[in-house]
């Protein structure tokens, strides 16, 4: 089945770029998306992207991906305190039989260091 | 986007007892799922909430443990029936409209004792 991998832990100090990799295995994805959880809450949509397009921009996130080696990043410039939080990478695919589930990494949680 | 109220947002419940779960979205939406996610770990899809038939159920989760409703495009229940502590989890309703983006209520907390 659909896999999504991604790196357990990143620590950045407050100031600094934090980058969140994530590979997936599913060539038929449609839309990736980025998700925010902090502690006891549920999950915030922070963006996505269309698997024809390879960045988006919004604000202080750049999400680049790489079709190719199925390869998909966030980036967070000037990252402060407040963005510390588990960060999950999620691909929908497209079976096809209009099913539009989400596959999930198992998140990466990011510390912002002051 | 859609704005989803999960009701309630934690509970402990003993062993052996139901728990029923509601989501209410505030625009209609074509697809409604429901997630698990266990302690420290991603989210698992429980089922996708069909409206006016039965859910379907992903390997793993079947009807009689986590029956699901889905009266209208608005609204669903999840219920963790005769639970035990392994049913201690995070379980998220998720929706999808028209669109591309996929939005999640703030999930109830369940501890079975």
């Known amino acids: 089945g659909e896999d999504v991998e991604q790196s357990l832990f990143l620590s950045v100090r407050e100031g600094d770029s934090s980058v969140i990799n994530c590979t997936y295995t599913?060539?038929?994805?449609?839309?990736l998306y980025w998700y925010k959880q902090e502690p006891g809450a549920g999950l915030q949509l922070l963006t996505y992207?269309?698997?024809?397009?390879d960045m988006k921009q919004d604000q202080r996130l750049t999400v680049l991906l790489n079709k190719k080696d199925k390869h998909l990043s966030l980036r967070i410039a000037d990252t402060q305190t407040g963005d510390s939080a588990i960060y999950f990478c999620?691909?929908?695919?497209?079976?096809?039989?209009?099913?539009?589930?989400?596959?999930f990494g198992k998140g990466t949680k990011l510390s912002v260091i002051p | 986007s859609a704005v989803i109220s999960q009701k309630p947002s934690r509970d402990i419940c003993q062993r052996g007892t139901s728990l029923t779960i509601q989501c209410q979205v505030d625009?209609?939406?074509?697809?409604m799922f429901w997630y698990r996610q266990q302690p420290g770990q991603s989210l698992t899809l429980i089922a996708t909430?069909?409206?006016?038939?039965?859910?379907?159920?992903e390997s793993g989760f079947v009807i009689d443990k986590f029956p699901i409703s889905r009266p209208n495009l608005t609204f669903s229940t999840l219920t963790v029936s005769n639970m035990s502590p392994e049913d201690s989890s995070i379980y998220l309703c998720?929706?999808?409209?028209?669109?591309?983006?996929?939005?999640f209520g703030q999930g109830t907390r369940l501890t079975v004792v």
């Open positions: 998720s929706v999808q409209g028209a669109g591309t983006e996929a939005f």
């Open positions: 599913d060539s038929s994805s449609t839309y």
């Open positions: 992207i269309f698997s024809n397009m």
């Open positions: 999620a691909e929908r695919g497209d079976s096809g039989a209009g099913s539009y589930q989400l596959t």
């Open positions: 625009s209609q939406v074509t697809m």
């Open positions: 909430a069909n409206q006016g038939s039965e859910a379907t159920y």
